[in-house]
């Protein structure tokens, strides 16, 4: 019987092959994997021909180069799972798979990979949340709940979906300060910039009759109420939210410290395509999603933006 493959890029085969890999969260779990207990290939039809069930984790602009791999080397059979950022990936695969069963997947946590050099490889689960699919994934859950990676189902995948997009939203805000998560939360002036955004995205969604799910606890509808509050009672009201590690950051401020591609046409962006659909103004999404795209363009890393900065920005392009 075939037991889990990982299907990575070859530096991190490499990597992994020679030093194995570590595991920890914020709980205090911290487990070290000893190479010869992993099996981790290069080889899509290495990894892909013998999987009963396969945990698409690619970034949003490789999701189709994903399907056409998981197309020619897997199964017919093989149950295909979803666990990426923004709302249509699922979609994607679908499109790109035919008759195969693939399901939507939700990642509420934050996880950090170690920076390069550091080995072994490690990669870290920085805030809190279980897993979400779709409810009709049915046995799914029995399989991939374990200690450390809670996983459930729900009926409503697409309204999780969109919850979760909203919080996605201050991934361009880090990637933009150069701050860790909680020192960017922590601070009214950006929780601002993230409030403006969010209004403007429950604007598009209500247009369009979208209801989102909850966040981190939080009802949608007065989240930005809630990140417009005084920082003392921010901290009281939003513990769930506040509920990481000291050192995470986004994974978009990653993207750009190496000169990546973000995702940012697939979280702002799909708020911006909600909103011109629906007629519904975002300036602010726009001219977040503007210096994201410049960051990109310079690859020098974060630009580390001040609040002012950003806003200065968004008040020169509305003149």
């Known amino acids: 019987m075939q037991g889990d493959i990982l299907l990575a890029r070859p530096r991190i085969e490499d990597a992994l092959r020679k030093d194995g890999l570590r595991v920890s969260d914020l709980d205090g779990r911290d487990h ?20 009963d069930i396969v945990l698409v984790t690619v970034k949003s602009g490789a999701t189709e180069d994903m399907a056409a791999l998981i197309a020619a080397h897997a199964r017919p059979d ?5 666990l990426q950022n923004g709302v249509g990936n699922a979609e994607r695969l679908r499109a790109g798979l035919g008759q ?33 699919i779709e409810a009709a994934a049915t046995g799914l859950v029995d399989l991939l709940d374990v200690d450390g990676f809670a996983v459930t189902t729900h009926g409503d995948m697409k309204a999780v979906q969109w919850g979760k997009l909203l919080m996605n ?23 601002l910039i993230l409030a403006g955004q969010v209004e403007e995205a429950l604007v598009a969604m209500k247009a369009s009759g979208i209801e989102p799910a909850r966040i981190a606890g939080l009802r949608p509808a ?3 109420k809630v990140l417009r509050l005084p920082d003392w009672l921010f901290k009281v009201l939003a513990r769930r939210m506040l509920a990481i590690d000291p050192e995470a950051r986004s994974s978009m401020w990653d993207d750009l ?53 950003i806003m200065r920005a968004k008040a020169a392009q509305s003149r």
């Not at 361009?172 to 929780?191: F, Q, W, Y």
């Open 257 to 309: 410290q190496h000169g990546r591609p973000t995702e940012i046409g697939d979280l702002q962006g799909a708020i911006m395509g909600l909103a011109n659909k629906m007629g519904t103004p975002a300036p602010l999404i726009e001219q977040v999603t503007a210096l994201v795209r410049r960051a990109e363009e310079e690859k020098h890393g974060s630009p580390g933006l001040t609040p002012d900065a």
């Open 222 to 224: 007065p989240l930005p």
């Open 78 to 82: 093989a149950m295909v799972v979803s």
């Open 100 to 132: 195969r069963r693939v399901f939507a997947g939700m990642v509420p946590f934050n996880v950090i990979q170690s920076p390069g050099g550091e080995l072994p490889l490690r990669v870290h689960r920085a805030s809190e949340g279980k897993v979400m």
């Open 169 to 191: 939203l201050n991934n361009a805000l880090v990637a933009l300060s150069g701050l860790p998560l909680a020192t960017e939360l922590a601070d009214r002036r950006r929780r």
């Open 32 to 51: 070290c994997i000893a190479p010869e207990a992993l099996t981790v290939t290069a080889d899509p039809a290495a990894a892909l021909s013998g999987a």
